[in-house]
């Protein structure tokens, strides 16, 4: 049903605003993290060959395991006889399962953690807190280069965590948010060009790249248009989305960068890496708040714009999963 789709989205906001992520014994990507992390001392091989092959068995056997869990669920939900307790049963867990896929008060709160820290003039502290948010080495960053990372980190977890989960939950309802938060835990977690976890990794980092192809650009272009609705600078948000948004490692993660850069009048800077945007690198705990605000804009306009019409597109044509 629509109705019960459109409902389980917004309860899932109203849930992720309210109450945050559960602690990680109650927390199913936690559950799927600490799998992976048993999984993959078991791929470590000699053969390249080999482990590139674990990293694609470890990606299919978790998804299929999480999917084949939600599957049994629903099925479980359609065994009750009342139609109208049916549905209340399937909106309340759908939208607890839903927003456990995206974490946007979380967000907020390592963002500020950051933050405060810096405020108190702890800059060590406030390494440590973004070292929890970010890839790289903070151990010698500058004031405002963690300010950088800070604000980079709500850009691009803005897809990873709020818009990438709920664009697939469009398209194939709770296994398909499901199916992309395991494939973008596995690359957070074993994603990474190193020798320990290039060829395990290989497959979740390619298969990331694929998933967030669409949400990224579609994520960057609702950015401008939360932009235009806070009275920040829309015009040269989209001008630097469209320039710079090609320029980091990751052919995903540039332009919802790109696209807070141009709107906070802001330049982002990884050391070695890229530089993003034509503002001054100098910020303050206002510019980490402003970001937030498109972070949060943007994830209710995504859902109203992108999901929503998803939703019921597949409902007109008969295809869409409810589950």
Not at 27 to 43: F, Q, Y
Not at 66 to 73: A, E, Q
Not at 160 to 186: E, K, Q, S, W
Not at 288 to 296: D, E, Q, R, T, Y
Request: proline share 3%.
């Amino acid at each position: 049903m629509i109705i019960e789709s459109i409902i389980i989205i917004f309860f899932a906001f109203a849930l992720d605003l309210t109450f945050g992520d559960p602690k990680n014994k109650f927390h199913p990507t936690a559950w799927i993290g600490t799998m992976i992390a048993k999984l993959t001392p078991h791929l470590k091989n000699s053969s390249e060959n080999f482990e590139k092959l674990g990293g694609v068995v470890l990606i299919l056997l978790s998804s299929t395991i999480v999917i084949s869990l939600i599957t049994f669920l629903d099925f479980g939900i359609n065994l009750i006889t009342l139609d109208y307790l049916s549905i209340i049963v399937s909106v309340i867990i759908g939208g607890i399962l839903l927003k456990t896929t995206i974490a946007i008060k979380g967000m907020e709160k390592h963002s500020l953690a950051v933050i405060n820290s810096l405020e108190n003039d702890n800059i060590a502290s406030a390494r440590d807190h973004l070292s929890k948010i970010v890839k790289r080495d903070t151990n010698n960053l500058d004031k405002n280069h963690v300010f950088s990372g800070v604000i980079e980190s709500i850009s691009e977890n803005t897809v990873d965590g709020i818009t990438g989960p709920l664009f697939y939950f469009g398209l194939f309802g709770l296994p398909g948010a499901f199916a992309y938060r395991v494939i973008n835990t596995a690359d957070s977690m074993i994603g990474y060009r190193t020798n320990i976890f290039k060829n395990i990794g290989w497959f979740a980092a390619n298969c990331d790249k694929i998933l967030n192809y669409l949400p990224s650009r579609l994520t960057g272009l609702v950015m401008i248009f939360s932009a235009l609705i806070l009275g920040n600078n829309w015009k040269q948000s989209y001008k630097i989305m469209m320039r710079d948004g090609k320029k980091t490692e990751s052919p995903n993660a540039g332009y919802p960068m790109a696209a807070i850069a141009g709107a906070l009048g802001a330049k982002f800077e990884k050391i070695d890496h890229y530089s993003l945007g034509d503002g001054k690198f100098t910020f303050s705990k206002e510019t980490v708040h402003s970001a937030l605000s498109i972070m949060k804009i943007t994830s209710i306009i995504f859902s109203v714009m992108i999901v929503l019409p998803i939703i019921f597109l597949l409902s007109y044509l008969g295809w869409w999963i409810h589950a």
